[in-house]
């Protein structure tokens, strides 16, 4: 296998068409195929299925992963020659790379990217070494990215370490049950009864969203209120703010403390894990230097 065919791969999976994918290598769309074709023909197996969009084949997936890997490696390799053949190095030794970076496709959940994990993509970003490409996904789904190699560094919920990757607790994020004032005083006058729940207007994420209907099933187990879906980390907690329902928030969204908790027993503690392949990589353990830097500042507490 060569590293042009690998780095085909890759590409014609992530662009989800040949054309596409020949406009991110510059090459045509013929070449990209022929090279797709040569892969093929040297590992025996058909690697992706040429509809639109192109989806890789079981074979395909189970190659791409260490594709993305051995390409990490490769293109780490190359822009660390070019930095020290320009006669560069930082303070620390590792060489300057100018303008070009190393891409570095991580994955979050969206409460988090909205909360603690921005302050690690700027000093990412500052770092001038790496392009970073932020993915989202539920806490409980990002590692499932890990395992496809779409990405290389997950904030998850899951403490088992995904094979060929390491796991390091980050900390926790409290969510509490809370509404606006006004929705207090509509719905819940008086309190948050399973009667009142039965009706009252409930905020959810997405369809992967389990916060809300895992506290419903516990206090009010046959209530079955309206819900409304906003798959967007602030504007659901904006939502909240405006009436619309109400909604498990964490501690980081609502730090003044503006929304009102509807019962303190009901708070819901996500303890967060960081997991990275396990590659001896300058470029990964920069990044996660700075989540697990950002992480201290902005998690609750510490996860065990």
């Known amino acids: 296998m060569e590293l042009d065919q690998l780095r085909a791969l890759a590409a014609v999976v992530d662009n989800e068409t040949f054309e596409a994918a020949a406009g991110e290598l510059r090459l045509t769309p013929s070449a990209?195929?022929?090279r797709i074709k040569a892969l093929e023909r040297s590992v025996g197996s058909v690697l992706v299925r040429r509809l639109k969009p192109v989806r890789p084949?079981?074979?395909g997936e189970q190659l791409l992963r260490s594709a993305r890997q051995l390409l990490l490696l490769a293109d780490e390799a190359v822009l660390a020659l070019r930095g020290a053949g320009q006669g560069g190095a930082d303070d620390d030794g590792a060489p300057r790379l100018s303008a070009e970076r190393l891409r570095v496709?991580?994955?979050g959940n969206?409460?988090?990217?909205a909360t603690w994990l921005p302050a690690a993509i700027r000093e990412i970003a500052l770092g001038g070494r790496v392009a970073l490409e932020l993915l989202r996904d539920d806490e409980h789904a990002t590692a499932d990215l890990l395992r496809s190699g779409d990405a290389v560094a997950a904030v998850t919920a899951e403490p088992r370490p995904v094979q060929g990757c390491t796991v390091r607790p980050l900390g926790s994020m409290?969510?509490?049950a809370k509404a606006s004032r006004e929705f207090v005083d509509r719905w819940f006058s008086e309190g948050p009864t399973p009667a009142a729940l039965a009706v009252?207007?409930?905020m959810q994420y997405d369809r992967k969203d389990s916060h809300q209907l895992a506290l419903l099933a516990r206090v009010a187990p046959e209530a079955a209120p309206p819900q409304h879906f906003i798959p967007d980390s602030v504007q659901y907690v904006e939502s909240v703010h405006a009436g619309l329902g109400w909604g498990m928030v964490p501690d980081q969204q609502d730090p003044d403390g503006a929304l009102v908790e509807l019962d303190p027993a009901w708070s819901e503690e996500l303890r967060l894990y960081w997991q990275v392949w396990t590659l001896d990589s300058p470029g990964l353990e920069e990044v996660t230097r700075a989540v697990v830097r950002a992480a201290a500042r902005g998690l609750t507490r510490p996860a065990t």
């Open 174 to 176: 409290v969510y509490r």
């Open 105 to 107: 496709p991580i994955v």
């Open 57 to 59: 084949t079981p074979a």
């Open 32 to 34: 990209v195929s022929q």
């Open 200 to 202: 009252a207007p409930v």
């Open 110 to 113: 969206a409460d988090s990217i």
